[in-house]
């Protein structure tokens, strides 16, 4: 285990439903990161939070909207999504300030369908 | 930004054999690399790193290359075991940017 974990593990989910996908990290770490992963296609970093503060976001649709309530938990809340959003939402942290040379630590993702 | 280019994308090896995994960088300002695997179910979890100031690092079976002129790096496997079957992800990042670019993942097979 790398001391992140993510819920739910799998969801399906309709193109009208709204849902959320959490995850916790235990490693004392102050940046928080979500990445997309699509089959055959290079992870996707989507946003990236430090102390709690949203520091980038790479052009996502306004469907995602994260939520970073402290440290140690970040959300994803999920809304009017496509089939094209079908994919593996991966959560990562790692323990200053998102400076891209600090080691990240992944959790197990969560499997996404969209119908 | 960042461009990083992985190969092969799937790379079957027969057990015992040495696999390597290429990956090329544009933006000579990166600094830090690290190589991380992905097993079934999982996330991707490192397995070995390599910043700027080194030409080279083993870690047993493990090692890692970077060619800074060349702007490119590569992961080498020897005496592979069927355990080392699964994705495997090159990326770069450095100081003035916020996250790392990853590759697009190579899919290795060790095959018993």
Same mark, same amino acid.
């Given at each position: 285990?790398?001391?992140?974990?993510?819920?739910?593990?799998?969801?399906?989910?309709?193109?009208?439903?709204?849902?959320? !996908?959490?995850?916790?990290?235990?490693?004392?770490?102050?940046?928080?990161?979500?990445?997309?992963?699509?089959?055959?296609?290079?992870?996707?970093?989507?946003?990236?939070?430090?102390?709690?503060?949203?520091?980038?976001?790479?052009?996502?649709?306004?469907?995602?909207?994260?939520?970073?309530?402290?440290?140690?938990?970040?959300?994803?809340?999920?809304?009017? !999504?496509?089939?094209?959003?079908?994919?593996?939402?991966?959560?990562?942290?790692?323990?200053?300030?998102?400076?891209?040379?600090?080691?990240?630590?992944?959790?197990?993702?969560?499997?996404?369908?969209?119908? | 930004? @960042?461009?990083?280019?992985?190969?092969?994308?799937?790379?079957?090896?027969?057990?015992?054999?040495?696999?390597?995994?290429?990956?090329?960088?544009?933006?000579?300002?990166?600094?830090?690399?690290?190589?991380?695997?992905? @097993?079934?179910?999982?996330?991707?979890?490192?397995?070995?790193?390599?910043?700027?100031?080194?030409?080279?690092?083993?870690?047993?079976?493990?090692?890692?290359?970077?060619?800074?002129?060349?702007?490119?790096?590569?992961?080498?496997?020897?005496?592979?075991?069927?355990?080392?079957?699964?994705?495997?992800?090159?990326?770069?990042?450095?100081?003035?940017?916020?996250?790392?670019?990853?590759?697009?993942?190579?899919?290795?097979?060790?095959?018993?």
């Amino acid at each position: 285990e790398t001391g992140v974990t993510q819920t739910p593990r799998h969801l399906v989910m309709g193109m009208t439903n709204k849902k959320s !996908l959490k995850c916790e990290q235990h490693l004392g770490h102050n940046a928080m990161y979500w990445y997309k992963q699509s089959a055959k296609k290079p992870l996707e970093l989507m946003f990236v939070y430090n102390f709690k503060e949203q520091t980038e976001n790479n052009s996502v649709p306004s469907r995602f909207s994260p939520e970073c309530p402290n440290s140690s938990h970040l959300f994803l809340h999920l809304h009017t !999504l496509q089939p094209e959003d079908s994919a593996l939402y991966l959560c990562a942290s790692s323990q200053d300030p998102g400076a891209a040379e600090e080691t990240q630590y992944f959790g197990p993702g969560t499997r996404l369908l969209v119908l | 930004g @960042e461009n990083v280019e992985q190969h092969p994308s799937t790379l079957s090896v027969q057990e015992g054999d040495s696999a390597v995994i290429k990956c090329t960088y544009s933006d000579s300002a990166s600094n830090y690399f690290p190589w991380y695997k992905q @097993e079934l179910g999982k996330g991707p979890q490192l397995i070995i790193d390599i910043r700027s100031n080194v030409g080279e690092k083993k870690d047993q079976r493990i090692a890692v290359t970077l060619n800074k002129t060349a702007k490119h790096f590569s992961l080498h496997i020897t005496e592979t075991q069927p355990e080392d079957s699964a994705v495997y992800f090159c990326a770069a990042g450095n100081t003035g940017r916020r996250a790392l670019t990853f590759g697009s993942g190579t899919r290795l097979q060790v095959q018993p």
